[in-house]
Structures are given as structure tokens and as C-alpha cells.
């Protein structure tokens, strides 16, 4: 049995739609409990903003099509989860594992939206096609700036801790 093009579009779209609502908890949860590092709050902050943006960005393309986003999808968060899972264990090191997740969350957010735009051009759904492009930049740039603050943080953190303070997170 073949599947339209038009449904793996829609089926891409709620996917990364589950997606982002995944990176909005994870985001607010780690905002919520940072302390001494601010410029990695800065950043999380200015990146929960833009992901209110992209979630948008895919409802109305959902909506465009007279579909809507659908529940969280387990099976394709599964991965995503296991690997947020390494940060949510309270440790001394918490921030070096989050920053590690974090980076790998921005890039897999990169290869879906990447992909996403492929689908919606192989359906012939181009319609969302510019706004899909904003929200993959925005992905880039986060995680460029989470690149670029592996060694701040990690700095930080060795600092801290041989300074006998506490800078799990
Ligand atoms: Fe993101």
C-alpha cells in the first residue's frame, strides 16, 4: 500500500511539532534550575522565545492543510528522551551533561527540519517552505551558540568545583 505524499508531509509536520513541545520542556526545566551560569540561561531564555515562534510556524502549516498537530509520539521522542535523560540526574557535573544533550538536541533539531523541508518539496507543499527555512536557521544559531559555550561553561565548571563551590548547575 503506497502513501500519499501529502500524508508523510503531515506526518513530518506533527512529528517536529512533538518535537519542539520536547524542547520547550527541556529548555524551561533547565532555565528553572540554573544558577551560575548566565550566559547558558541567556541563551536558553532567548531560544524558548524562538521555539514559541517555530511551534507556530508549524500549527499553521498543520492548519493550512486542514490538519492539526497530534499528541506527543513516544516512538519518535524515544531517542530524544533517552538522550535528555543523561541531564536530569542530579550530579556535580548536571551542567556538563546538559551541555552535551543540548548540543546534540539543536543538531537533531537541524537534520529534521532539514528533512522536513525535503518532504514538504517532494509533496509539492512548498507554501511554508520560507518560514520552515526561519525556524532551521534559528536552529543553527543555537546550536552554534551552545557550541561556542562548551568551553565557557566547562571553564566555569572546573573552576567552581576545584574552588570547592558548588557548580552542578
Ligand atoms: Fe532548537
Redesign the pocket.
Known sequence: MSTDTRDIYVSALRNTHAL?MQ?LQIMERQVERLEHYPELTDALRK?ID??HG?RQRLDEALHSLNETHSVIKEGFLGFVGNMMALGHTPAQDEILKNTYANHA??NF?IAAYESLIEIGAAAGQTAHHTALRQSLD??KA?AQRVHDLIGPVTRRYVELTASGAKADR
Open positions: 519542539e524542547a531560544h524562538e521555539t517555530q538536541f539543536e533539531e534559528e536552529e543555537m
